[in-house]
């Protein structure tokens, strides 16, 4: 199976399934002298885990990464990378690949079984195999290594929506993201989403959700026009992510139902003599490049395929069945990808900012 990495100078390769031994990452082209500890990497892997709360996967995983090249390790327990392939590695410690063995043929509505099985003539029927959003986990430690490449730049996500509950905007606070279980900037918004996904979750079923990420500090001039795009790239990388249906950047399909007035970021000049904005539709990216204004993007996450309640499908020997799926699953597998989105802004990022630095000489 190919197409494994994504990135031109700041390259990921993620390898791995759901119930092999371990999973992980391989990162290259990280530039060498930049410092890390293990907590660095671990803290955003810590939000991504299952486990936590009632409203996600009862999955048990400490996803513990280890590094396990490409580093110089140092007196104070910390590393410095070498400008070598960094790989790290996460181990799987609670898979229970018996809870599949009734779907090993057959197809789960909503998953990736029947095209894997029509491309590749074999799937991994326990947990999904490489399907599964279990392979996020690499994807999350890759993210931090990102973040190392781009001073300055906070990345940061938040749940925005679950099923036809949305936030108010108006209580945006990013401090409240990390007070509940939702990753939600909005307060008021968690007992509606609590006593919401307890139903959902009782009932055996699941939702989707809609994440927001925003990157603020991005050097305006990162991207490239027609085939290189900054927003292009972020797309592409958000869309790759497990059970995404949707990406939008700036104000993205609302901008079909307003006016170029309303539209256009006007630009003025500021007290310190510099252009500024006096609006974002654009979510940070004109033609493709940087505009130095916070890049937002958001996604849309489908319900988990995985639900209790029994759906028509068909067999590989071409038989019609019903499917009841068994094991532990996320009610709104939405939740756990907050962290998932915010690594893979950082990774386009990063990766852009590399390539901006080769071709201009602009950035340090």
């Known amino acids: 199976m190919?197409?494994?990495s994504f990135g031109h100078l700041f390259r990921v390769t993620t390898w791995g399934e759901s119930h092999g031994p371990a999973l992980g990452a391989v990162v290259d082209g990280c530039p060498p002298g930049l410092r890390f500890t293990l907590a660095d990497l671990q803290d955003y892997l810590d939000k991504r885990k299952p486990g936590q709360n009632r409203f996600v996967t009862q999955r048990r995983e400490d996803d513990l990464v280890k590094v396990l090249s490409g580093v110089m390790p140092q007196e104070d327990g910390a590393f410095v990378t070498t400008g070598t392939p960094i790989s790290l590695l996460i181990e799987n410690t609670d898979q229970r690949s018996k809870d599949y063995g009734e779907i090993a043929r057959q197809y789960r509505p909503g998953h990736?079984?029947?095209?894997?099985?029509?491309?590749?003539?074999?799937?991994?029927?326990?947990?999904?195999?490489?399907?599964?959003?279990?392979?996020?986990?690499?994807?999350?430690?890759?993210?931090?290594l990102a973040r190392l490449v781009i001073p300055g730049v906070t990345i940061r996500g938040a749940l925005i929506q679950i099923g036809k509950h949305r936030i108010n905007r108006q209580n945006w606070d990013w401090a409240e993201v990390g007070n509940n279980p939702f990753f939600s900037p909005d307060r008021e918004i968690v007992p509606v989403w609590e006593e919401y996904l307890d139903g959902i979750r009782k009932a055996g079923s699941s939702v989707g959700a809609v994440i927001e990420v925003v990157a603020e500090g991005v050097p305006a001039g990162l991207g490239a026009p027609l085939y290189g795009k900054l927003d292009q790239d972020i797309a592409g990388l958000l869309m790759s992510i497990n059970a995404v249906k949707g990406v939008e950047i700036g104000n993205g399909f609302e901008a079909a139902e307003i006016t170029g007035e309303e539209n256009a970021d006007e630009m003025r000049i500021g007290p310190d003599g510099q252009p500024r904005f006096l609006s974002n539709h654009a979510g940070g990216i004109l033609g493709g490049i940087s505009t130095g204004m916070p890049i937002v993007a958001r996604f849309a996450i489908k319900p988990?395929?995985?639900?209790?309640?029994?759906?028509?499908?068909?067999?590989?020997?071409?038989?019609?069945?019903?499917?009841r799926t068994k094991g532990r699953h996320d009610p709104c597998v939405g939740i756990r990808a907050v962290p998932v989105g915010e690594a893979m802004l950082a990774c386009a990022i990063a990766d852009h900012y590399l390539r901006d630095r080769g071709q201009t000489g602009r950035l340090k």
């Open 2 to 4: 190919s197409h494994n």
């Open 112 to 144: 990736a079984d029947y095209t894997y099985d029509v491309k590749y003539g074999v799937r991994d029927y326990r947990g999904g195999g490489r399907s599964s959003a279990r392979e996020t986990a690499a994807r999350v430690a890759a993210g931090a």
């Open 304 to 323: 988990t395929s995985s639900i209790l309640t029994e759906r028509r499908s068909i067999n590989a020997d071409g038989e019609e069945v019903n499917v």
